[in-house]
């Protein structure tokens, strides 16, 4: 589904941010990034949503090379993704509800769907009491639920998640990660960032590693993967 073919990044001709990047994806996959930060993690998920381009090398989505599309194509693209970003970005002025209206009205859905929809979707991550609340009357790890829930809610291919657990004590943590998985385990393929080895060692689940932003590891499970090795 998705897949980086020597993908190589420079910034200003200065930082090389990836280094012949070759990675797959499968559709149906649950693969989490670990590394150090600045290690290349985010700079991967960028590329996914255009965000970023490549100095060299290619990256596909479902066979289509997203450096070759049309600028006023991305749009259309980044819809068929869900982008969960390292700073929950909620619209602090709009209600929980609100928030995921907006974005099913981005993708053209009528007012009839988005009625049906909202509350659904709430429900199923745990939030439908709050969804009159505004974000900043939420915890951290109901934020995030939320934050979970917008960026699925107009059923995209792909879930991609940059550190979602970055700021969240051990126990919201593990939440959040249960709710990733079960939405994994009902199909949507999941790519998640972070670098918080704690989180993921006890889940049986693809961990490609990186450091100075070479692919360093890519194993099913921790394995003898040590937290230092991971964190270089």
Excluded at 110 to 131: C, I
Excluded at 209 to 232: C, I, P, W
């Amino acid at each position: 589904m998705i897949e980086f073919q020597n993908v190589s990044l420079e910034y200003d001709r200065r930082v090389c941010a990836l280094r012949d990047v070759s990675l797959s994806i499968s559709q149906g996959e649950c693969a989490f990034l670990v590394g150090a930060s600045g290690s290349g993690k985010s700079t991967l998920l960028k590329l996914i949503i255009r965000e970023l381009k490549a100095t060299s090398g290619r990256v596909l989505l479902r066979g289509r090379d997203l450096a070759q599309l049309p600028g006023n194509t991305v749009p259309k693209l980044r819809r068929q993704i869900g982008f969960v970003p390292q700073d929950i970005l909620l619209l602090p002025n709009k209600k929980i509800w609100e928030n995921l209206a907006y974005a099913m009205r981005a993708a053209g859905h009528t007012q009839r769907e988005v009625r049906k929809r909202v509350p659904e979707f709430l429900d199923r991550f745990g939030v439908l009491y709050r969804a009159n609340a505004f974000p900043s009357e939420l915890s951290g790890g109901e934020q995030q639920r939320v934050a979970i829930a917008r960026a699925l809610i107009n059923n995209p291919l792909v879930l991609l998640a940059d550190e979602p657990t970055g700021h969240l004590d051990p126990e919201m943590s593990a939440d959040i990660l249960g709710v990733l998985l079960d939405i994994n385990n009902k199909g949507t393929t999941v790519l998640m960032a972070t670098h918080d080895i704690m989180a993921i060692s006890k889940l049986h689940q693809r961990v490609v590693t990186l450091s100075k932003g070479m692919v360093r590891g890519d194993m099913f499970g921790m394995g003898n993967l040590s937290l230092e090795s991971a964190s270089v």
